[in-house]
């Protein structure tokens, strides 16, 4: 696709649900970046891969958190057993340098999840 | 710690007022400075990067510049389509991008 697709676009779950969001980056991407964006912040970094290779997650803010990218393209963030201090919006980027480097990061519209 | 802060939290503009938006920033080993836009509902848009003090880039109505500590964009007669959240974001010699919390600009007609 042209751009970096995410989905869903809105997600609501009851408090100890599972959830799982999907990143679809730009074909050839080689960076994915997951972030967390609560109202009125900025995004905070969550996890980094290369390729197929997670090679930072030291922002997941515990281990109920869990990211994939296993053929280097599509990528999914899971959340088990959702908290309401979760509830915020999810940004997948992408970008054509390694390590993100200098280049500009191209961001999805977001996943927003609302925890009950 | 890595850390970069905004200000201000929020500009209300008349529709050809010039003004600047300030990214101050410590980082250890700065690999560039990113100015991005962020409509409502919608992810983060590049806008520039900056690699160096003494470094300008001009885009439109928009100019950024950088110092050794800070960063500044200097909205020039600006028009009400220019409404957005504007983040500041720096990296590091990691992966990481850190982002500021953003300055809100509201452009009146």
């Known amino acids: 696709g042209a751009g970096v697709s995410q989905s869903p676009r809105y997600k609501v779950a009851k408090r100890g649900q599972d959830v799982a969001l999907r990143c679809d980056p730009i074909?050839?991407?080689?960076?994915l970046f997951w972030y967390q964006q609560a109202l009125g912040q900025g995004p905070e970094f969550l996890t980094y891969?290369?390729?197929?290779?997670?090679?930072?997650k030291s922002g997941l803010p515990s281990d109920r958190f869990f990211a994939e990218r296993p053929e280097g393209s599509v990528s999914t963030l899971k959340i088990q057993r959702t908290q309401q201090e979760d509830s915020a919006v999810y940004l997948c980027?992408?970008?054509?340098?390694?390590?993100?480097?200098?280049?500009?990061?191209?961001f999805g519209e977001g996943s927003r999840l609302t925890v009950l | 710690e890595d850390q970069v802060t905004q200000s201000p939290e929020a500009l209300r503009l008349q529709e050809g007022e010039s003004s600047s938006l300030n990214c101050s920033y410590t980082?250890?080993?700065?690999?560039?400075l990113f100015w991005y836009r962020q409509d409502p509902g919608k992810g983060p848009e590049f806008l520039f990067t900056?690699?160096?003090a003494g470094e300008e880039k001009e885009k439109e109505r928009l100019k950024a510049t950088l110092t050794k500590k800070e960063s500044f964009l200097h909205i020039t007669a600006p028009k009400p389509e220019d409404s957005a959240t504007y983040l500041c974001?720096?990296?590091?010699?990691?992966?990481?991008?850190?982002f500021g919390a953003g300055t809100r600009l509201f452009v009146k007609a």
């Open positions: 980027a992408s970008s054509s340098a390694v390590g993100g480097g200098t280049g500009e990061l191209f």
């Open positions: 074909s050839g991407h080689v960076s």
């Open positions: 891969f290369q390729n197929e290779a997670q090679l930072d």
């Open positions: 980082v250890s080993g700065l690999r560039g």
């Open positions: 900056l690699y160096s």
């Open positions: 974001a720096v990296q590091d010699g990691g992966f990481k991008t850190i």
